[in-house]
């Protein structure tokens, strides 16, 4: 079975810096991977996934994320972060070709300060 | 423009009794999910669902109940609410492909006293 693990459980940064939410997963197969944000009182939004090739995937709001097989990795990063940036960030995975479970990883609270 | 839409938005409910949390989409999507969220452990699956009359087990399926009549609407079913289900439900759904995105409600916010 797969899980992830989101080392950090809140992060704080100030506005215009850069931020990096860290993501791992395990899985003895190929997997698909996926980052949402969930916005306060809001159910969650896709933000970026990975399913093959490129492994630097770019997603909406300047958020990209970079699949690293050998680390079993898909950090999250954006160069300058915005107050309106301030989410709950969710990483995700999935066995491809095995079934419907998606496993949520545990949550990162970016906290966006002026 | 709806998507998905879940009903009610709170609920309070003593242990013991029962209820059902309704979920609704317009999108023609065959899978359709049932997560819980509780503080620091993400979103678990409880149940979910790849078209009417099909029905599976997630992660945390023990408590809850679920049927698929229709391709709109998959409704969660609690028979005897305990505190342990106090939480904040949403129910999800999307195309055919493992790939693709998850659409999700608003969510329900469940308090068993």
């Known amino acids: 079975a797969q899980s992830v693990t989101q080392l950090d459980s809140q992060v704080p940064v100030f506005e215009e810096a850069p931020v990096e939410l860290r993501c791992n997963y395990s899985s003895s197969v190929s997997v698909y991977l996926f980052w949402y944000v969930q916005y306060p009182n809001q159910g969650l939004q896709l933000l970026l996934k990975?399913?093959?090739?490129?492994?630097l995937v770019k997603g909406i709001n300047g958020f990209e994320a970079e699949f690293n097989k050998s680390q079993t990795s898909f950090h999250l990063r954006k160069p300058s972060v915005h107050i309106s940036d301030t989410a709950e960030y969710f990483c995700a995975v999935t066995i491809n070709n095995a079934g419907n479970m998606l496993t949520f990883g545990g949550g990162t609270r970016l906290m966006v300060k002026p | 423009n709806a998507g998905v839409t879940q009903t009610p938005k709170f609920q309070v409910l003593k242990t013991g009794q029962s209820m059902t949390l309704q979920c609704a989409q317009d999108?023609?999507?065959?899978?359709m999910s049932w997560y819980r969220q509780d503080p620091g452990m993400g979103l678990r699956l409880i149940h979910y669902?790849?078209?009417?009359?099909?029905?599976d087990q997630g992660e945390v399926p023990n408590g809850y109940n679920v049927s698929r009549s229709t391709t709109e609407d998959f409704p969660l079913r609690l028979l005897s609410a305990a505190p342990s289900q106090t939480s904040v439900y949403f129910c999800a759904s999307r195309g055919t492909g493992q790939g693709g995105e998850l659409f999700f409600g608003e969510g329900s916010r469940l308090t068993v006293l």
């Open positions: 999108m023609n999507h065959e899978y």
């Open positions: 669902s790849v078209g009417a009359g099909i029905t």
């Open positions: 990975y399913l093959s090739g490129s492994t």
